[in-house]
């Protein structure tokens, strides 16, 4: 859905098209920057200003007494429970499932004097159609004699166990590489905990020779 914020030029039903031509009321004639579709929405500010009647009716009842009440104009739901009147039914006024049709876009044509100025990065990578087909297409199919046909399923049984151990081999290292890395882990976490018992014993030892030397002096 394409939408015209702003139309190019915008001229009113009071400005006739043709010289001599009587401007219709209601009618406005505008021109956009772009190809309109009958799919497209087209939001137009027009307004006219209307001049509201003035009405008024006095009411006396703030001079009743307090004891009685006054009631005014009945609303549409208390005129309908008495009367007993059901809602009327639109069936207009229903919510409906909107079913659209697939919008088809036509392709983008590029100009060729605009391709010439765009990087190479976006240009069209357009290739000719070939009109010989390629000599592997040409080529008549190779049918193989019985011993060839042997010969030929023993190379790929080969070539299938060779990529079989292959891959049992990744597996390997796959497990033994985590292995490691686990066990390293372990180490670390062991030189941490060796380390940080090592600093607090030699923290002790300094606090104790602190006041030893205190006492002493």
């Given amino acids: 859905m394409t939408l015209f914020w702003q139309a190019a030029k915008e001229e ?43 009405f008024y009716n006095p009411l006396t009842t703030a001079l009743q007494p307090r004891d009685q009440t006054w009631q005014g104009m009945k609303t549409v739901a208390e005129l309908r429970r008495e009367h007993n009147l059901a809602i009327p039914f639109n069936k207009d006024s229903l919510y409906k499932p909107i079913e659209r049709k697939p919008k088809k876009f036509n392709p983008l044509v590029i100009p060729k004097s605009l391709q010439a100025a765009l990087p190479f990065v976006t240009k069209s990578k357009d290739t000719p159609s070939r009109k010989r087909p390629l000599l592997e297409n040409r080529r008549p199919a190779v049918v193989m004699e019985p011993d060839e046909r042997k010969v030929h399923a023993l190379v790929q049984h080969l070539q299938l166990i060779r990529s079989e151990k292959i891959k049992k081999r990744k597996l390997k290292e796959e497990k033994k590489r985590k292995e490691h890395e686990t066990e390293k882990a372990k180490d670390e976490e062991l030189s941490r905990k060796r380390h940080r018992e090592e600093r607090r014993e030699r923290y002790r030892e300094q606090d104790k020779l602190q006041k030893k030397i205190r006492r002493n002096v």
């Fill in 12 to 54: 009113l039903g009071n400005q006739p098209k043709k010289k001599g031509g009587k401007p219709r009321e209601g009618i406005a004639r505008c021109t956009f920057e772009d190809k309109i579709k009958m799919s497209d929405i087209v939001f137009m500010r027009a307004w006219a200003s209307v001049e509201v009647p003035r």
